[in-house]
């Protein structure tokens, strides 16, 4: 038996789905609210859901039959600036399931994020090490929140306290893919670009701020969901693998390679209209990221990523463009 947190949210809902078609038994901890989130969950066979508050009591019971923790849930607002909120559930959560799994000897997989990289001017390696993550300065407090757990694990690690039997903390890049449809403005750029070119709108990308890169060709490392789930289901098969593992494909591609993927999918005329980056993010805003790859590949990853374009056709023509849009 698996448990997801945060399994009715993006990422989390897409390993719940996997998981399921494994014929695995899973639960979900998250709070499903008043909205449609839980619409991420009705295609599939659950063994329960529960409620963050519950969590430990839930392990504390039932702990001998969880094979993992796949530890997806957090706020993962960039633009949350309660820091108290992102203490309680993006720092203190993650250390209390980690001395839980240590002390239960149960593999414990978590989300941390490119985020962590801050402007990159420090580059995007996955180095694990005290001294290379103290060297990362985030730009937001979500950035900062995860940079903080995998300092707490770095050192933990270093001092050879308790630790799961396995571990890994995955810094995932620019993901796309189903599911998403409750995070609004949060939501990928691939998802907004096909609400407003659906609408007859032409598809806004921001404007560059910077003398280096043209309108449009600002980078990200865009990955699919579809990858960092395989990513998960490999490290779940692979449990003597443990380590902080960049997930992106190592491509960086710009924002109009991005918009043409859309057109395309949608077999539509290109229409792109270049509008200012918002003041209140322009001056923290990323140019550039890139997944240096490297270390899951030397760890034996060996499952090539979907490109820019696969990925944007995959999500649009079996996700976005169907009735029912979830997975």
């Not at 007859?200 to 579809?226: M, T, W």
Request: aromatic letters at 12%; a neutral charge.
């Amino acid at each position: 038996m698996y448990l997801v947190t945060g399994g009715a949210g993006f990422i989390g809902s897409n390993l719940v789905a996997a998981l399921v078609q494994q014929g695995k038994s899973v639960v979900v901890c998250d709070w499903l609210g008043s909205g449609d989130k839980w619409r991420n969950l009705a295609r599939h066979e659950l063994e329960d859901i529960i409620p963050p508050e519950k969590m430990k009591d839930y392990l504390s019971q039932h702990g001998e039959r969880i094979s993992a923790v796949f530890h997806m849930g957090a706020i993962s607002a960039t633009t949350e600036t309660n820091a108290d909120a992102l203490m309680d559930n993006n720092f203190r959560l993650s250390k209390t399931l980690w001395n839980i799994c240590a002390t239960r000897r149960i593999p414990f997989i978590y989300a941390s994020s490119a985020a962590t990289y801050g402007g990159g001017e420090g580059g995007f390696d996955d180095d694990q090490s005290i001294e290379h993550l103290a060297k990362l300065l985030p730009l937001n407090g979500y950035g900062w929140s995860k940079q903080l757990f995998d300092r707490w694990v770095a050192r933990r690690i270093a001092n050879n306290a308790p630790q799961p039997p396995q571990w890994a903390g995955l810094k995932f890049f620019n993901v796309y893919g189903p599911n998403e449809y409750h995070k609004e403005g949060q939501a990928s750029v691939p998802y907004h670009l096909f609400k407003q070119i659906t609408t007859g709108e032409p598809a806004r990308l921001f404007q560059s701020h910077h003398p280096d890169y043209p309108d449009g060709g600002q980078l990200r490392d865009f990955i699919s969901v579809d990858d960092c789930i395989n990513v998960m289901l490999w490290l779940k098969d692979n449990r003597k693998v443990s380590g902080l593992f960049n997930v992106g494909t190592g491509q960086a591609r710009t924002f109009s390679d991005l918009a043409r993927a859309v057109f395309a999918a949608m077999d539509k005329n290109e229409n792109i209209k270049y509008v200012p980056t918002p003041e209140a993010i322009r001056d923290k805003y990323q140019y550039f990221t890139e997944a240096n790859m490297d270390k899951l590949k030397a760890a034996g990853y060996d499952r090539p990523f979907l490109t820019l374009e696969e990925g944007v056709t995959r999500y649009i023509q079996e996700h976005l463009a169907r009735e029912n849009a979830y997975r």
